[in-house]
């Protein structure tokens, strides 16, 4: 009988562990997804830009209509795509925020600023997804009445047929691109991320661009390379 208090309280004590380890996977695993991002590298230098805000160095590198995200490099043709990166000295910390930031693309005198992530949504491409194969279409098709003395349009010039991305593949890279941008609010330093832009022309036609930065860390203007 004296045993009985004895294995209650083990009883509850393992109860108060097992509570314990149940809450702590859930606040590890909002860390973890964050960590998942672009880490940043390991010095300014080790960007193709560099530029000062106050005390914190921004550093970036222009990607063009490319998405490149730790799991794979996504496309979109109505955003372009910067790399940034912040630096600070240590045990320096910052409020984020992709507002912060505008490019100015061939020195148009308005800059562009930068959009939420899930803009960018809509127009993701996963390049290495194939669509299924078309089934084989009629070489000519008639549009006119009667017999042979119809008009006839050839298949090159009918439009070309809308591709619909798998459900499944359009969350995967929503996840993807959500992991990779630019976190917000109050941020211990160095912080690397993505932020976008909307532009649809040709990246080749980039002659010059200009990232911008003002913040709470002061104003920046940084000459990327096309």
């Given at each position: 009988?004296?045993?009985l ?17 149940g809450?702590?996977p859930q ?5 973890v ?9 390991a ?8 530029g ?10 222009f990607?063009?209509?490319s ?5 794979a ?9 910067v790399e ?15 507002e ?10 308005t800059?562009?600023?930068s959009a ?34 119809g ?8 439009p ?7 459900i ?6 929503q996840?993807k691109v ?16 993505l932020?976008?832009?909307?532009y649809?022309g ?12 003002a913040?709470p ?5 940084l000459?990327?390379?096309p």
């Open positions: 009988m004296r045993a208090p004895q294995f209650r309280i083990a009883a509850l004590i393992g109860a108060l562990c097992l509570c314990a380890q809450q702590d606040s590890k695993a909002s860390q997804n964050e960590s998942k991002g672009i880490p940043p590298r010095a300014p230098a080790d960007y193709l830009t560099q000062q805000a106050g005390t914190v160095t921004i550093a970036a590198e990607k063009g209509h998405v490149p995200t730790p799991e490099t996504l496309t979109t043709e109505e955003y372009v795509v940034v990166a912040l630096f600070g000295p240590p045990e320096a910390r910052l409020k984020l925020s992709f912060d930031f505008a490019i100015r693309i061939n020195g148009k005198k800059p562009t600023p939420a992530y899930v803009s960018v949504f809509g127009s993701l491409r996963d390049p290495e997804w194939e669509p299924p194969a078309k089934t084989e279409a009629k070489s000519k098709t008639s549009i006119g009445g009667g017999g042979g003395g008009r006839e349009q050839s298949e090159g010039n009918m070309p047929p809308v591709i619909h991305i798998p499944e593949l359009q969350r995967a890279m996840q959500r992991k990779a941008a630019l976190l917000e609010g109050d941020r211990a330093l160095p912080q690397a991320r932020i976008f832009f909307q649809r040709k990246a080749q036609g980039i002659h010059s661009i200009e990232l911008i930065y913040g860390a002061g104003n920046a203007t000459a990327l390379q």
